[in-house]
């Protein structure tokens, strides 16, 4: 399985961008779809996250701000970010939890990062 991150970029204050990152591979179903974020000299954290059939969740930092959808047909998670701020620069990460078999359990899949740097 492999996901492919996309969207990234520079955007000044207040601006807005979408991430995108889209699985490919043995995939029998995804339960969960994050959104994580490291910037430089810091863990990586949660910012979104969305459950197949479920709600979502949101980093305080980001809520009312970012709205993270999925499209269960493309295998696909996207992260809309608006009112974007300095402190929003960060390498973003996607993860998905995904069955490759029906008697399998999940597994965690990471993908390449996405900078989104937040600069005037």
């Known amino acids: 399985v492999q996901l492919q991150a996309s969207g990234g970029g520079s955007v000044q204050p207040g601006g807005s961008l979408r991430l995108s990152c889209e699985a490919s591979?043995?995939?029998?179903?995804?339960?969960?779809m994050g959104w994580y974020r490291q910037a430089p000299g810091k863990q990586r954290e949660l910012v979104a996250s969305i459950v197949k059939g479920a709600g979502t969740n949101y980093a305080d930092s980001v809520n009312g701000r970012f709205s993270i959808s999925r499209d269960n047909v493309k295998n696909t998670v996207y992260l809309q970010m608006n009112s974007l701020k300095a402190e929003d620069t960060a390498v973003y990460y996607c993860?998905?939890?995904?069955?490759?078999?029906?008697?399998?359990?999940?597994?965690?899949?990471w993908g390449k990062g996405t900078q989104v740097t937040v600069s005037s």
């Open positions: 993860k998905f939890g995904v069955r490759t078999r029906l008697a399998e359990p999940g597994m965690d899949f």
């Open positions: 591979g043995r995939i029998f179903s995804i339960n969960v």
